[in-house]
């Protein structure tokens, strides 16, 4: 029971995590078709990941049709494999609910593990009848 509880928080905190990211997946065909990667702006951060799997982070310095940069190195839509983009909206409300929702399912584990005294585990003999 114990190592189910361990394993179920730890599933509970990783989904947390992943559902609090603030970057958000940018449409590259749509960038590449028109020139307009949505949600890039001067000053953001974004991450990069290229077709030949090379990933690189930085603040957008410059922008172009063909693709972004920074100060050191521009990136081509079309070369590019995925491209997310910070969001600075991230500390609203959707990242206090994914708290809220996560402590209230913590809470529920914890009151279904204490009321389960009934249950006995009697092996690899028969339980006792009392």
Same mark, same amino acid.
């Given at each position: 029971?114990?190592?189910?509880? *361990? ?20 449409? @590259? ?9 949505? *949600? ?8 990069? =990941? ?28 079309? &070369?590019? =494999?995925?491209?997310?983009? &910070?969001? $600075? ?14 402590? @209230? ?18 092996? $690899? ?6």
């Amino acid at each position: 029971m114990v190592r189910f509880l *361990g394993r179920y928080l730890l599933c509970l905190l990783l989904l947390n995590l992943a559902a609090c990211s603030s970057m958000q997946t940018v449409d @590259l065909e749509r960038a590449v078709q028109t020139s307009n990667a949505r *949600g890039v702006e001067y000053g953001r951060l974004v991450q990069v =990941k290229t077709l030949d799997n090379q990933t690189s982070k930085f603040r957008v310095t410059e922008i172009e049709d063909s693709g972004i940069g920074s100060n050191d190195e521009f990136f081509r839509f079309a &070369d590019m =494999k995925s491209l997310k983009v &910070d969001n $600075p909206n991230s500390n609203s409300s959707e990242e206090t609910w994914t708290y809220v929702l996560g402590v @209230l399912g913590v809470i529920a584990l914890i009151a279904l593990a204490a009321n389960s005294d009934s249950v006995s585990v009697c092996s $690899p003999s028969p339980c006792p009848e009392e």
